[in-house]
């Protein structure tokens, strides 16, 4: 093949040699200080986990009594006393055993402990409803598996160093004492009256459960707390002969403050006479 004369071959230029700075520049240059990092620690990453944890679980045993509320919410009463019951205390018991796992779950977590014992706590609320709109039936293998699980937890908390005189106040059970059945004067019920009591009801046991779950969470005293809670709860359900109810935690705080109020404990060398 033949090459035009006219082509002009590419001329290959040199790339311009960099010039190195003089010791007097790079003094004068100012230096960029490398940025500080901030320690992370697994065992920090591993609370909020934890903590996030803890709050996703108790919003989700939240939806889950409400959606049970309303179940019984749809039943049609014959009067306040004789109403016709889907629902009874062991479905209660039983769905709140299905939250179980993220109480392991937290258990195995660093600073997990506490927030496991909460939990577990929280459960136990919504373990039962107002036998009188949820009905009876057959809760006690429920609560034997819950009551492990809190007994599980006891010795790994750290026993608290102060009593309290009183404990903080929380709503009471709502009770139908003042609440007329019959407006009209009827002797029975009639369905918006039903509506209105039952929605009174349902507000007055959310903020309950929430003033119990507050004050567990910012309480130092857990014993006490979770002592007074645990010994209410099985009162009412012994009214209905429903047993069974924690007792082997009951008993483990009892002597946790048994051992702090006695003489040995308050003395100095601990020693026994």
């Not at 093949?1 to 002009?8: C, D, E, H, N, V």
């Not at 803890?54 to 306040?80: F, N, P």
């Not at 016709?84 to 977590?109: C, Q, R, S, W």
């Not at 029975?188 to 959310?206: D, F, N, S």
């Amino acid at each position: 093949m033949s090459t035009s004369l006219g082509a002009r071959h590419p001329v290959h230029e040199q790339p311009p040699t960099k010039r190195k700075r003089s010791d007097d520049e790079e003094s004068s240059t100012p230096k960029k200080k490398a940025p500080t990092k901030v320690p992370s620690t697994r065992k920090s990453r591993t609370a909020s986990e934890s903590e996030r944890l803890y709050k996703d679980s108790t919003k989700a045993i939240e939806r889950g009594i409400q959606a049970l509320d309303k179940r019984v919410k749809s039943l049609k009463w014959l009067d306040m006393n004789d109403c016709i019951l889907a629902l009874t205390i062991d479905n209660y018991a039983a769905a709140a055993t299905e939250h179980l796992p993220n109480v392991f779950e937290l258990k195995g977590m660093d600073n997990g402990i506490a927030l496991a014992f909460d939990l577990t706590m929280a459960i136990a609320d919504i373990s039962y409803k107002d036998l009188e709109m949820s009905g009876w039936g057959d809760a006690e293998a429920s609560y034997e598996e819950l009551d492990g699980v809190l007994l599980s937890l006891i010795p790994s908390r750290e026993k608290p160093t102060t009593s309290l005189a009183s404990l903080p106040e929380v709503p009471l059970r709502w009770t139908p004492d003042g609440v007329d059945p019959s407006p009209s004067g009827t002797g029975r019920p009639g369905t918006l009256h039903q509506g209105w009591t039952y929605a009174r009801k349902m507000k007055r046991e959310k903020d309950r459960r929430e003033a119990r779950r507050d004050r567990r969470e910012t309480t130092q005293n857990w014993v006490s707390i979770a002592l007074s809670e645990l010994k209410e709860d099985r009162d009412y359900l012994d009214a209905y002969g429903i047993e069974g109810y924690f007792p082997k935690s009951i008993a483990a705080l009892e002597g946790i403050l048994a051992e702090q109020s006695s003489p040995e404990a308050a003395s100095p060398s601990g020693g026994s006479a």
